[in-house]
């Protein structure tokens, strides 16, 4: 009887130590990554877990930062879309009208990053809201502490810990540049072209919404109509050079420069088979 007893205690113990073992086991284990999270964006945390854009829209407004956009009128409409989208250090103060006030996620270049640090307040403790996605070359978004852009994202992100600051992951640049590649033909890097903060935006929005309104962009045969308007290339930069001419100034760069034109039709292509449209202005696909 005490032996029989004595092994029972033994029994008790083993698997006594099995359940502590596997507890602590999953306690260590890092916290299980939501279904619906985007695995190719990723927060800059001070922490350095892992955690992925988990943002699901049902319609969009993606808003280009084009001169269209001046006297389009639409703002309220835009703003009554479940998440609206704009890129860079494109303002809405003033522009409310034409563009809207509402801001759910910022696609921004790596080149634009001084750009809203100049109001980084603003940007990043005042419009709490706003989920911010940055993109740039590897030479300057590495995480081993010589990235220069992301060092300087770093310290925003432990500046401003509410601020939600993701970056788009070495794997999504390669897997956009595969994109480009696929419906082009042409390798993006062989032909010296950068992608352009729109064509990012654009597979972010493919990402994360059901259904995506585009305002204020212009397709791919635009600029070569006789009677297209003239525009600046920015609606909040009056007095610079037109957006025509800087399409076809980047189309034909031989290393530097955005196919924005090309882009323009990918984004036609892909309209074919997702829910996108175009306004101000629209598009015959």
Same mark, same amino acid.
């Given at each position: ?5 004595? /092994?029972?205690? *033994? ?29 190719? =964006? ?17 319609? *969009? ?5 084009? @001169? ?25 103060? @003033? =522009? ?9 996620? $910022? ?15 603003? =940007? ?11 993109? @740039?070359?590897? /030479?300057?978004?590495?995480?081993? @502490? ?13 500046? &401003?810990?509410?601020?939600?600051? =993701? ?8 897997? *956009? ?66 957006? *025509? ?13 955005? $196919? ?6 990918? &984004? ?18």
């Amino acid at each position: 009887m005490t032996s029989m007893l004595f /092994r029972w205690l *033994c029994l008790l113990g083993l698997s006594l130590g099995v359940l502590i073992g596997y507890v602590i086991t999953r306690s260590n284990l890092p916290a299980p990554v939501p279904s619906s999270a985007l695995r190719g =964006y990723m927060r800059i945390t001070t922490d350095k877990t892992q955690q992925f854009l988990d943002m699901h829209c049902n319609h *969009c407004a993606l808003v280009s930062s084009s @001169g269209q956009m001046l006297g389009a009128g639409v703002g309220a409409e835009i703003d009554l879309n479940g998440c609206v989208i704009r890129m860079n250090n494109a303002p809405t103060l @003033g =522009y409310e009208k034409d563009v809207g006030g509402r801001t759910s996620v $910022r696609v921004v270049s790596h080149t634009s990053v001084p750009l809203l640090l100049k109001n980084e307040h603003f =940007y990043f403790r005042h419009s709490a809201n706003t989920t911010y996605v940055f993109w @740039g070359p590897e /030479r300057n978004m590495r995480q081993d @502490g010589k990235g220069p852009i992301f060092n300087i994202l770093l310290r925003v992100a432990k500046k &401003y810990p509410n601020a939600r600051i =993701y970056t788009v992951t070495r794997e999504k640049i390669q897997y *956009c540049d595969n994109v480009f590649q696929k419906e082009t033909g042409k390798n993006r890097m062989k032909t010296g072209a950068f992608l352009s903060t729109g064509f990012f935006t654009m597979v972010l929005a493919l990402d994360m919404c059901d259904s995506i309104h585009v305002y204020g962009m212009i397709d791919e045969n635009y600029c070569s109509l006789a009677n297209h308007s003239v525009v600046p290339y920015h609606y909040y930069e009056k007095h610079r050079i037109n957006e *025509c001419r800087m399409y076809k100034a980047h189309e034909h760069m031989k290393r530097g420069g955005h $196919r924005f034109i090309t882009e323009k039709a990918i &984004y036609a292509k892909w309209a074919l088979h997702h829910k996108i449209d175009f306004k101000h202005p629209s598009w015959t696909l």
